[in-house]
């Protein structure tokens, strides 16, 4: 049997997300190739349009994935996932995904489409911008008054296996005369 007849017999002529019955397309859910029926889904053309971004995403459409996340197909459920963590700003999507499961195997090809929240990554750069890692060393570069303490950091003060402050971009942690403190980003230079 061809996967494409496959598919449409597994879908029973409805969208394997929202279940429209008009217009339906199969769906090679990326990375994979489509040469299993378990990496494509049968979908409509209002949700294919969303998926690859020639419509706007309309998260009250996609208030279908409440059902068709408990799918047993991989190429479903990866989308549904996808789509979940794209919409987690609209708040129920968090308490979706809380709920789903996925296979090892399937949540790794999953997750390989999940977009990095950039501006929820924390980078943290000296003040010639380069960008500080964990365990860098850096150098003082102006004398610092340490708040709580009559310790002074002297400019060109050498500050080994920095640590970073995870929430805070402008903030690094180390020891200066044995002692530590927080320095701030932009007086420091690797």
Known sequence: MSIEKE????????????????????????????????????????????????????????????????????????????????????????????????????????NEGVEDDSDEKIVHRDCNGVVLNQGDSVVVIKDLNVKGSSLVAKRGTAVRNISLVHDNAEQIEGKVEGQKIVLLTQYVKK
Not at 88 to 110: F, H, N, R
Request: aromatic content about 6%.
């Open 7 to 110: 598919v449409k017999e597994r879908s029973q002529g409805q969208c394997e997300l929202c279940t429209a019955s008009e217009e339906l397309n199969l769906f090679i859910v990326s990375p994979k190739t489509g040469a299993l029926a378990d990496e494509v889904a049968h979908i409509c053309n209002t949700c294919k349009d969303q998926l690859d971004g020639t419509s706007d995403v309309d998260p009250n459409h996609w208030r279908c994935l409440n059902d068709s996340m408990w799918s047993e197909v991989p190429a479903v459920k990866v989308i549904a996932y996808r789509m979940l963590h794209s919409l987690k700003s609209e708040g129920w999507p968090s308490d979706l995904i809380d709920m789903m499961y996925l296979e090892e195997d399937v949540l790794s090809w999953a």
